[in-house]
């Protein structure tokens, strides 16, 4: 499985490299002469869609009846984002899960699972609204949006709480655990409300690299630019045979971009973004094990002795 997911994302970035190979020239002196001043804007907010992302998974889990400090949701969160990157799509969930179960001592697999799956579905589905509201007010686009539409929609159907207690039932039988507990529906409005508002965050993200590479996109493309990155991060999820979505998500927002910008800045945007998600994850990792190292300390009898012992000195 490996060894194809290599070849494939190695042939899968070479088609694309040679797709674009007569924009490069114009991208390549874009990226160079980034703005600093946009691009730092960018991951600013970039790390805060993702830290409105973390609030959402935290509402999910204490709607299914887990309580754990943000610290620890931010890490576990942070790092099964990180392990997408490793070939092969179970170290998604799996260091989430694992992640959960040594930072926060939580050992509800089964129910962790059920929050990870309904966090994607509701996200998901939002991006598509996102997307679909911010159409009329774009002009030019032509890409093919009506598979997302047919994704969203079939989603949503399967978010219903009859369905996804029943289909969680059956996935998780053979590993000896019962049916999760579902979502009410006014905690489920309510978080497509919220993953709406967060996808519209990462919309305005997505601008601030592309003025970085010479883009004049205005502050009304950010709904749309916010689908766009929704579309990204679902095919990139669906796209088992490339970690992380490697390429096929760069096509896709390329190809969605391109309603709001020239080639050149479409394309020196899509890999700035690559860049800019991988450090802001990397980043937000970082700060939340040490949130969570000095909350930890604090809370130990060590922690309290050693700030007994320094208090007295």
Same mark, same amino acid.
């Given at each position: 499985?490996?060894?194809?997911?290599?070849?494939?994302?190695?042939?899968?970035?070479?088609?694309? #490299?040679?797709?674009?190979?007569?924009?490069?020239?114009? *991208?390549?002196?874009? &990226?160079?002469?980034?703005?600093?001043?946009?691009?730092?804007?960018?991951?600013?907010?970039?790390?805060?869609?993702?830290?409105?992302?973390?609030?959402?998974?935290?509402?999910?889990?204490?709607?299914?009846?887990?309580?754990?400090?943000?610290?620890?949701?931010?890490?576990?969160?942070?790092?099964?984002?990180?392990?997408?990157?490793?070939?092969? #799509?179970?170290?998604? %969930? !799996?260091?989430?899960?694992?992640?959960?179960?040594?930072?926060?001592?939580?050992?509800?697999?089964?129910?962790?699972?059920?929050?990870?799956? &309904?966090? *994607?579905?509701?996200?998901?589905?939002?991006? =598509?609204?996102?997307?679909?509201?911010?159409?009329?007010? $774009?002009?030019?686009?032509?890409?093919?949006?009506? /598979?997302? =539409?047919?994704?969203?929609?079939?989603?949503?159907?399967?978010?219903?709480?009859?369905?996804?207690?029943? $289909?969680?039932?059956?996935?998780?039988? %053979?590993?000896?655990?019962? /049916? %999760?507990?579902?979502?009410?529906?006014?905690?489920?409005?309510?978080?497509?409300?919220?993953?709406?508002?967060?996808?519209?965050?990462?919309?305005? *993200?997505?601008?601030?690299?592309?003025?970085? =590479?010479?883009?004049?996109?205005? &502050?009304?493309? #950010? /709904?749309?630019?916010?689908?766009?990155?929704?579309?990204? !991060?679902?095919?990139?999820?669906?796209? =088992?045979?490339?970690?992380?979505?490697?390429?096929?998500? @760069?096509?896709?927002?390329?190809?969605?971009?391109?309603?709001? *910008?020239?080639? /050149?800045?479409?394309?020196?945007?899509?890999?700035?973004?690559?860049? !800019?998600?991988?450090?802001?994850?990397?980043?937000?990792? #970082?700060?939340?094990?040490?949130?969570?190292?000095?909350?930890?300390?604090? @809370?130990?009898?060590?922690?309290?002795?050693?700030?007994?012992?320094?208090?007295?000195?």
């Amino acid at each position: 499985m490996i060894a194809l997911q290599v070849a494939f994302v190695t042939a899968l970035l070479g088609f694309l #490299a040679w797709a674009v190979r007569d924009t490069w020239s114009e *991208a390549l002196p874009r &990226l160079r002469d980034a703005d600093p001043v946009d691009l730092t804007i960018a991951c600013v907010i970039l790390a805060a869609y993702y830290l409105m992302f973390v609030l959402g998974w935290q509402w999910i889990l204490r709607a299914l009846g887990i309580h754990t400090s943000y610290g620890v949701a931010l890490q576990s969160e942070m790092a099964s984002m990180l392990a997408k990157y490793i070939p092969g #799509a179970i170290w998604t %969930p !799996a260091a989430r899960v694992l992640w959960l179960r040594k930072a926060g001592g939580i050992d509800k697999t089964s129910v962790v699972v059920a929050s990870i799956l &309904l966090e *994607a579905g509701l996200s998901a589905v939002a991006g =598509v609204l996102v997307l679909v509201c911010a159409l009329p007010f $774009v002009s030019g686009w032509d890409a093919p949006i009506w /598979p997302v =539409v047919l994704f969203g929609i079939g989603v949503a159907g399967l978010l219903h709480p009859r369905v996804f207690r029943a $289909v969680a039932s059956v996935v998780f039988r %053979p590993f000896g655990a019962g /049916p %999760p507990p579902t979502l009410p529906w006014r905690t489920m409005l309510g978080l497509l409300v919220f993953y709406s508002a967060s996808w519209v965050v990462g919309g305005v *993200a997505v601008l601030f690299l592309i003025r970085a =590479v010479g883009g004049d996109a205005g &502050l009304e493309a #950010a /709904p749309y630019l916010g689908g766009t990155a929704a579309v990204g !991060a679902i095919v990139a999820v669906l796209s =088992v045979l490339a970690p992380s979505g490697l390429g096929v998500r @760069e096509a896709s927002m390329y190809g969605l971009m391109l309603a709001v *910008a020239s080639a /050149p800045v479409a394309l020196g945007a899509t890999v700035l973004n690559r860049l !800019a998600i991988t450090l802001v994850e990397a980043v937000l990792l #970082a700060v939340g094990y040490v949130v969570w190292r000095s909350t930890r300390d604090t @809370e130990t009898p060590g922690g309290q002795l050693a700030r007994s012992s320094s208090s007295s000195t």
